[in-house]
């Protein structure tokens, strides 16, 4: 492990919810933050919150949030001791994890080489058969006459998925070798546009399953986990609501996928706060890894609610070269915590983005209720970026609870200018396969296939 060396000014290379999430805690571990905005976040809540602002380059995210120089240079002028990548953009970057090598800045979060081994899905596939884990049947393809054989082998329907991807992009599913070509070319177009990476390749699709992740820390030589978390209700790839620990799992089986993650992490002598992913086959009992994502999660606070830890605050002490401070039994699991992600979309309408300015937020507050969000009343949202306008979390004593106070919860909740997708959550709340636990990543696809758009319209 590396010498201990304290973080004093903290540069934020992120926006929105998860820029005002580390500025809250690096407010109480005392660090001075400094926040990287593009132009069109200069007067955003995090950018009023932080200590310090810097522009780093106009409202496109490859000009600005993806801009690995731009974020650099940030850094180095305004004397930052670290640089914390938050989610999405250049969170999983090795180039800017080099970068910061090369400058003797602190990048919160693993090493470079690790970065490059679960980075490359294909890499990260071949990490997890070394150490043991089960995978999904699948392979690396280049052309369609590598794929047919290869699919033919897994039994359609297939996945296509980016080598160098995630959130959904560059996934296709395909259901007859008819599809096959032109699928993998709208793929590869897909994933090029997004990953700059054209690379692609096929696993089986499980119809039922379940994607389940475990939350790992890691200090380069003790790792342990934080327990499961479920996300299974997406849609189009796209997480919408998480709760932990996953519903209805079988004990026996929740305890091997939670050594599984930690033998991976162990593998790759991991560093940091890391989330191993997980699908479960509902029909056979069983599990397949899936990915490792190498950062914090949106998803993060619902494994804060159970265990009481600040994962933000775990990712700085390790990046400083401090060991984790506890063990895996010190660990303590209390209650059950649900959130559900807030959206600028219009759900009427093909979920259609909503930028726009924000004429009323209001949101709830009371025990077992957190609200995580960069927006207020008066706040432009702007067209460039993601629609997440912040989450909504609640704990519970159990699930029922949880659930009881999160419909209490929602129905306190007031977005106006905007719109949103506050009465989807209330609708998928209302479902009797919810309220049972245990729903597969087909759920929201079936339960908006018979609902009318009516019925989704903000009241």
Known sequence: MAAVKSINRLLIANRGEIAVRIIRTCQTLGIETVLAASAADLDSVPARMADQVIKIGPPPSLQSYLNVNAVLQAALQTGADAIHP??????????????????????????????????????????????????????????????EPLAAEIGYPVLIKAVGGGGGRGMQVVYDVA??????????????????????????????GRHVEVQVLGDGKQVIHLGTRDCSIQRRYQKLVEEAPAPCLNDDLREEMQSAAVAFAQHLDYQGAGTVEFLVDVERNSFYFLEMNARIQVEHPVTEAITGLDLVAQQIRVAEGRPLGMSQGDVIFTGHAIECRLNAEDCQNDFQPSPGKVTRAQFPAGPGIRIDTHIESGITVPPYYDSLLGKLIVWGEDRAEAITRLQHALALCHLEGVESNIVLHQAILATGEFIEGGVDTRFLKQMLDTTPAGELANG
């Open 179 to 208: 599809d096959l070509s032109k699928t993998m070319t709208l793929a590869r177009a897909e994933a090029e546009n997004a990953f700059n990476d054209d690379r692609i390749y096929l696993e089986c699709f499980v119809a039922s």
């Open 86 to 147: 938050g989610y999405g953009f250049l969170s999983e970057n090795a180039a800017l994890a080099q970068a910061c090598a090369d400058n003797n800045i602190i990048f919160i979060g693993p090493t470079v080489a690790q970065l490059n081994a679960i980075g490359d899905k294909l890499k990260a596939r071949e990490n997890a058969v070394a150490a043991n884990l089960p995978i999904v049947p699948g392979g690396s393809v280049n052309t369609p006459q590598e794929a």
